[in-house]
C-alpha cells in the first residue's frame, strides 16, 4: 500500500458575503500517494483555488480533517504552518510570483536560505534541480 501524503475528509469551506454564506467546499474527501501526480480540474468557481489553498496551508477551513504527511493541519497553530509551508509545500502558480528584481536563482534559493540553509549548500541544490529539469 503507498504511502498517503495528503489526506482530507469532510473538507468543508465557505465565505461570508455580504449578508450571505457562500459555500465553496461542502464535504470534499481528496487523497494523494507518494509518487503520485495529481490535477484538479473543474469549471469556474468551483472551489478549486480554495482547495489549493488549503492544501498548501494558505488558507483554513470550516470542518473536516487535513493531515499531511501525518501532520493533523486543522489542528496546527500558526507558527507550526509556517514552516509546513516553507519545508513541505511547493506550488507553480499559474502567475508567477518571483521577486522581480532577483536572478531566477535568487528567487529558487530564497526559500532554502530562510530555513536556515547556508548559501553554497543552497546554490548546489538549486543547480540540481535545474539540471534535473532541463
Known sequence: ????????????KSYQMGGETLKV???????????EF???LGPSGSG????????????S??????????????EAKERE????RNEQIGFIFQNYHLIPTY???????MPLLMRGEDRKTAEMECLEVVEMLG
Open 81 to 84: 504552518l509556517v514552516k509546513i
Open 1 to 12: 500500500m503507498s504511502e498517503q501524503i495528503i489526506s482530507m475528509q469532510g473538507i468543508c
Open 103 to 109: 536572478t531566477v536563482m535568487q528567487n529558487i534559493i
Open 25 to 35: 467546499l461542502k464535504s470534499v474527501d481528496f487523497s494523494v500517494n507518494k509518487g
Open 48 to 59: 478549486k483555488s480554495t482547495l489549493m489553498n488549503i492544501i498548501g496551508c494558505m488558507d
Open 61 to 74: 477551513f470550516d470542518s473536516g480533517t487535513y493531515l499531511l504527511n501525518g501532520i493533523p493541519i486543522h
Open 38 to 40: 495529481t490535477a484538479i
